[in-house]
């Protein structure tokens, strides 16, 4: 598919990591945490996958919005 590269997974390492720590933000949902697999923290969880490795399903969806909204409260 192309986007699954050794050095594209460490520009999206280093990006997530600089969001999470920079300092920029006031506040951070993490959905590269909350989507993972826990099996393997670089790709997406089973679950929430939509059979293509990048794309959420419905359930993937419900669980960024979830957060999100868990966030705003």
């Known amino acids: 598919m192309g986007y ?3 050095e594209k997974e460490a520009v999206r390492d280093e990006l ?6 920079g300092g ?3 506040a951070v949902v993490d959905l590269d945490r909350i989507l993972a697999d ?3 923290p670089d790709a997406l969880r089973p679950a929430y996958d939509h059979r293509d490795h ?3 399903n419905d359930a993937g969806a ?12």
């Open 38 to 40: 826990p099996a393997d």
């Open 16 to 21: 997530n990591r600089w969001i999470r720590t």
């Open 54 to 56: 990048l794309h959420l």
């Open 4 to 6: 699954d590269t050794p």
């Open 24 to 26: 920029e933000y006031d």
């Open 62 to 73: 419900a669980a960024a919005a979830a957060a999100v909204a868990a966030h705003i409260r």
